[in-house]
């Protein structure tokens, strides 16, 4: 069973994010140190470390999520569902939901401000990316009913959703209308998912 106690477990885990979020957004990410997080979250910064092995993932803390939803598509698709209406759905599936890795969750704007600031957390976004990227090939090359170039496959995806999330980034920080942002998004899939149908067809 998971420790819930004030050293350790979920509890202790979220309340070091929702401190070091706030901490951040305030006062930019690169001007607030771990001792700072560890002392207003009321633990210290050997427990800090323990949750977050790097300062960036207090702030960039969704790969886990962002990995389950890969697995998830890969593995849990109907058995006559082909791995790109899979992925497919679950994009538009966060878009929908306004999920945060769709990018339009509310109140995004000072987040994506943070991390657009930060060269580090910049730096850390684009190896979280590579990370996805290796993850969703790991699951296509072992997945009997996908017959395609799984890394190849994977690299396009990923940087393909990328591109959408940066330009969405782009469009609220620049204070467009909620609506037509995600309009945009929502294009914007579309012709990500129309590239890879007409790329990456079953091998003869």
């Known amino acids: 069973m998971p420790r819930t106690g004030a050293r ?8 070091i994010s929702e401190v070091a979020t706030r901490l951040f957004l305030e006062r930019g990410f690169d001007t607030v140190t771990v001792t700072e997080v560890a002392r207003e979250a009321g633990v210290s910064a050997v427990t800090v470390f323990k949750h977050f092995p790097r300062k960036e993932d207090l702030l960039l803390d969704r790969e886990v999520d962002a990995v389950g939803l890969l697995r998830s598509a890969v593995q849990d698709r109907a058995p006559d569902a082909g791995v790109l209406q899979s992925l497919r759905d679950m994009a538009f599936g966060l878009l929908e939901e306004r999920h945060a890795l769709s990018g339009l969750k509310d109140g995004s704007v000072p987040f994506f401000r943070t991390v657009a600031a930060s060269p580090a957390l910049v730096a850390r976004a684009r190896e979280i990316a ?4 290796q993850a969703l090939a790991g699951e296509l090359e072992h997945d009997p009913a996908f017959d395609g170039d799984a890394p190849l496959l ?6 393909g959703y990328a591109a959408v999330l940066v330009e969405t980034a782009r469009l609220l920080i620049a204070g467009e209308p909620a609506d037509a942002i995600a309009a945009d998004h929502s294009a914007r899939l579309e012709r990500l998912f129309d590239a890879l149908s007409s790329g990456f067809v079953p091998r003869p």
């Open 8 to 15: 350790g477990g979920p509890r202790t885990r979220a309340k």
């Open 130 to 133: 590579s990370d996805l990227q």
């Open 154 to 159: 994977a690299a396009f995806f990923i940087a």
